[in-house]
């Protein structure tokens, strides 16, 4: 079994998202949370963008024990020097520095050519690799990159002292097998691949940041870099839990240090801090994600849940799953809800009760207890006992 590190960016990458930017008393919750959570590296700010992001490193530095603290920067002097500062309580801590590997930026951002980006990225690392042992260096945009310049690249920064490399997706523009062969040709065409672990950094401007991320994994990555909610820039990063929970639940070669039962308190957390609501139908961590509202679905799981669910709520931290009561459920699930309200019903009975439950799940679509509870009454009064 392979282990694959868990670098968690959403107090970064996730908290750039407009409109849902985090004060350092916020971080400091999360941080608490994803340490319970068991991630491996958190990626604490971009310290040179804010006095309040820097701020926010150092707090974080002071607070987190286990996982190791990683600060952003780009190639720069002034970056490196701000994030060595921002560090300086941390007790295991990383420089994440680097600079963009495609010819798009290199000609369009930079205003430069390879030569000149390739040694600029070797003095990141060599710069910061004086303040601090752990150093992962980010080939940006490396997803629309050449891969023997990339692979160049990776070799030479690993050279220079580069502990993790991390091979983004920027701009989600990968398929899965295409970011799949990108990462088998780095560990089959770079000498010395071996002497770092190679990181994966996906987005999900196609929705194919998950499918990237495990393709990443599959190819011989050993370190995901992801979300809660797969919150990031723009369509935001692959998330977490669904990576997380794949590994679990297909039974893959590898395992993470993540205590699965804690990602459902975790992502309610993040999502409430940030002012970021999940979208009902969310993998894992979604409203419906464990919900069941046909009546054949409702049928078959109160069978037996696995009939509809490859995943125990449990595993994700809910007691159970939920069965809504809408028009179209069945007289199986109508007297599961009744039972649970301690409403016994003999089967003539509730072929009455179910008749009139369909008019009022036609007229009010979804039923929940009061609703039921009212339902019941009504029929008492018609002299209809439970």
């Not at 980006?117 to 004086?130: E, G, R, S």
């Amino acid at each position: 079994m392979k282990k694959i590190f868990v670098f968690d960016t959403t107090l970064r990458d996730g908290e750039q998202v407009p409109g849902c930017q985090l004060n350092t008393k916020e971080k400091l919750i999360i941080a608490e949370h994803l340490e319970r959570l068991g991630v491996d590296v958190i990626e604490a700010g971009f310290p040179i963008s804010s006095p309040g992001d820097f701020e926010s490193v150092v707090s974080i530095s002071k607070q987190v024990k286990k996982p190791v603290v990683c600060a952003l920067t780009r190639a720069l002097k002034p970056d490196i020097d701000c994030a060595v500062d921002a560090l300086r309580f941390a007790k295991r801590k990383r420089i994440h520095t680097g600079i963009g590997a495609s010819d798009i930026h290199i000609k369009y951002k930079f205003r430069s050519n390879r030569q000149q980006i390739l040694l600029q990225a070797v003095w990141a690392v060599k710069y910061a690799k004086q303040f601090v042992e752990d150093v992962e260096f980010y080939a940006e945009d490396a997803g629309r990159a050449d891969n023997e310049f990339l692979a160049k690249m990776v070799q030479s920064v690993i050279k220079a002292g580069a502990t993790v490399v991390n091979i983004p997706d920027t701009t989600g523009y990968c398929l899965p097998e295409e970011f799949g062969s990108k990462i088998k040709f780095l560990i089959d065409n770079v000498d010395n691949i071996h002497k770092a672990i190679i990181s994966v950094h996906c987005h999900n401007d196609l929705g194919l940041a998950t499918a990237n991320t495990l393709s990443g994994v599959l190819n011989g990555a050993s370190q995901i870099e992801t979300t809660i909610n797969g919150i990031g820039e723009r369509a935001g990063n692959a998330a977490m839990e669904e990576i997380v929970m794949i590994i679990k639940t297909k039974k893959l070669k590898f395992y993470t240090d993540i205590d699965t039962k804690k990602i459902y308190q975790t992502s309610q957390i993040v999502s409430k801090l940030m002012n970021m609501p999940i979208q009902k139908n969310k993998a894992i961590v979604g409203r419906n994600a464990f919900a069941h509202s046909s009546g054949i679905h409702q049928d078959g799981v109160l069978k037996r849940r696995e009939n509809y669910e490859i995943i125990d709520p449990k595993d994700i931290g809910l007691d159970r799953s939920q069965i809504i009561l809408t028009a179209r459920s069945g007289r199986s699930a109508l007297k599961f809800r009744l039972q649970s309200l301690n409403y016994r019903v003999d089967d003539t009975t509730l072929d009455f009760i179910y008749n009139e439950f369909l008019k009022l799940a036609d007229r009010i679509k979804e039923v929940d207890d009061r609703n039921l509870r009212q339902l019941m009454l009504q029929i008492n009064n018609q002299n209809y006992e439970h």
